[in-house]
C-alpha cells in the first residue's frame, strides 16, 4: 500500500528530575549540598532513509515518544540522559505543524536528520542553588517536558522525470516498457492509485528514475478526483513526459487533452507550467492515431512530439534518450528554494504571558512560565518561594493585577492553582 500523509503524536523525554542531597561525613552529620542535576531528555529525530517509498508505517504507529532522563543522585551524581528516538522516513517528506501548518523541514538528502521534538532538560540538583544568601537550599528542580506536538508528514517523491497525461493515456504501460517496473494496467479510470517508480538503464548515459503519477482529470488543481495528490508529487520532478492518446480512443481530442492538462498543472502552480516537457503520443499501433500526431506536431512542433507505441515498444527507446540529454543539461533541482522549505529555527521562550478568565479563575499562558511550573516542586516550601520571587521579578503580579486580579483571586497556570496575594515577600 502507498501512503503519502500521516498524521502523527511526538513526544520529546521529559528531563529527569534534580536531586536534594547532603554530604554525609565523619563527625559532619550535614554537609554541603551534593545533589546531582538530572539526565536530559531524549530527542525524537526524523532520519531519511532511501530504502523507503511510502509513509505506511506511520498508519500503525501514530504516536512516538522519546525516554525521559533519568534522576539526580547524592555525592553530585547526575542522571543518564536518555536515547533519541530516531525515526526512519522516506526521501522527499515534509514536515508540518499540524496546528498551524507551517512548513517545519523539508527532508530529501539521504541520511538528513531534522529534531522534531526535542527533549527536555534535566533539572538542577541542590547544590547548583548554594550561594552567599543560602547555603543549604533544600530544593531542586523538576525535569523540564519534552516538547510535544501533533504533526503532519507529506511525501512527494522525488523522480527525475514525471508522467503526466490523461487516465488511460498509457503511462503505467510505457513505464513497464522502459523499466523494471511492473505497475497495474487495466483499461478503466484511475486503475494507478498510488505513484509507481521505475529506474530507466541506457546505454551511454546515466540512469534516471521516472514516476509514473495518477492520472488527472478537470478541476484537479481544485481536488477533484485525486488532483492534489497527484500534483503533490509532479512539483519534485526535473522534467515531465506528457503521454498522450493520439488516437483518441475514448473520442477525446488528444490536442485538447494536452492543453486540459497543462492548465490543471498551471492552476495548481504556475511554476509547474514551465517545466520542461516532452510529448508522447501513444498508441501509434491504433487506427486514426496519424491524424491524432499530426495535429499535435503542427501545433507543438516536430522536435517536441515523439510518436510512440507504448505496447509495441515502437519509438520508445528514442524518446527515453531524448529525455537523458535533456536531463544532463537540467540543473539538480527544478526550482531555486523557497524560504519556505528551509527549516524553521524555533524562537527563545518569551516571558510575556497572557491572561484570561476561564470559571472564575484567572488563567495565566506563557509558554516560560508555564515551564517554570512544570519545574517546580510546589511540595516544597522553598522551592515554591523561588518560583514567587521569580514569578514577581518578571513582572507577571503586575500584569495580573492589571487584569483585574485581586488578592484571594484563584490563579491557575497550566495544572496548577494557587491564590493571588501581592505583598511582601515571606
Known amino acids: 500500500m502507498f501512503v503519502d500523509r500521516a498524521k502523527i503524536y511526538v513526544k520529546g523525554g521529559d528531563g529527569g528530575n ?22 536530559r531528555g531524549g530527542d ?18 501514530q504516536h512516538l515518544r522519546a525516554g525521559r532522563g533519568a534522576h539526580g543522585e547524592g555525592s553530585n551524581r547526575h542522571g543518564r540522559s536518555a536515547d533519541d528516538l530516531v525515526v526512519k522516513v522516506p526521501p522527499g517528506t515534509q514536515v508540518r505543524d499540524a496546528q498551524t501548518g507551517r512548513l517545519m523541514a523539508d527532508l530529501t538528502e539521504d541520511g538528513q536528520t531534522f529534531i522534531v521534538a526535542r527533549g527536555g532538560r534535566g533539572g538542577r540538583g541542590n547544590s547548583r542553588f548554594a550561594g552567599s544568601a543560602n547555603k543549604a537550599p533544600k530544593f531542586a528542580e523538576k525535569g523540564e517536558p519534552g516538547e510535544e506536538r501533533w504533526i503532519v508528514l507529506e511525501l512527494k517523491l522525488i523522480a527525475d522525470v514525471g508522467l503526466i497525461g490523461f487516465p488511460n493515456a498509457g503511462k503505467s ?3 513497464s516498457r522502459v523499466s523494471a517496473a511492473r505497475p497495474k494496467i487495466a483499461d478503466y479510470p484511475f486503475t494507478t492509485l498510488a505513484p509507481n517508480l521505475g529506474v530507466v538503464h541506457l546505454e551511454g548515459t546515466e540512469s534516471f528514475v521516472i514516476a509514473d503519477l ?20 509532479v512539483e519534485r520532478t526535473r522534467l515531465l513526459i506528457h503521454v498522450v492518446d493520439a488516437a483518441g480512443v475514448e473520442g477525446r481530442s488528444p490536442l485538447d487533452d494536452y492543453r486540459q492538462i497543462n492548465e490543471e498543472l498551471r492552476l495548481y502552480d504556475a511554476r509547474l507550467a514551465h517545466l520542461p516537457q516532452l510529448v508522447a503520443a501513444n498508441k501509434t499501433d491504433l487506427p486514426g492515431a496519424a491524424g491524432g500526431v499530426a495535429t499535435l506536431i503542427k501545433e507543438l512542433g516536430e522536435s517536441n512530439v515523439f510518436p510512440i507505441s507504448a505496447v509495441t515498444g515502437k519509438g520508445v527507446k528514442e524518446l527515453m534518450y531524448r529525455a537523458a540529454v535533456m536531463l544532463a543539461e537540467l540543473p539538480a ?12 529555527l524555533r524562537p527563545e521562550a518569551e516571558d510575556r504571558i497572557t491572561v484570561s478568565r476561564e470559571d472564575g479563575a484567572f488563567v495565566v499562558h506563557g509558554e516560560k512560565v508555564e515551564k517554570l511550573v512544570a519545574m517546580t516542586d510546589f511540595e516544597n516550601r522553598e522551592a515554591v518561594k523561588r518560583f514567587q520571587r521569580i514569578f514577581r521579578q518578571a513582572g507577571h503580579e503586575e500584569t495580573l493585577k492589571a487584569s483585574g486580579a485581586k488578592n484571594g483571586d484563584t490563579v491557575r497556570i497550566h495544572d496548577i492553582e494557587f491564590t493571588f496575594w501581592q505583598g511582601e515577600e515571606e
Open 173 to 175: 504501460t510505457l513505464l
Open 214 to 233: 495518477p492520472g488527472l482529470i478537470g478541476g484537479a488543481h481544485q481536488g477533484v478526483g485525486l488532483g492534489h495528490e497527484f500534483l503533490r508529487h
Open 18 to 39: 534534580g536531586a536534594v542531597a547532603f554530604r554525609r561525613e565523619k563527625y559532619v552529620p550535614l554537609g554541603g549540598p551534593d545533589g546531582g542535576d538530572g539526565g
Open 333 to 344: 533541482s527544478p526550482f531555486s528554494q523557497e524560504e519556505e522549505s528551509r527549516v524553521t
Open 44 to 61: 525524537v529525530v526524523l532520519q531519511v532513509d532511501p530504502g523507503l517509498r511510502t509513509l505506511l508505517d506511520f498508519r500503525y504507529q
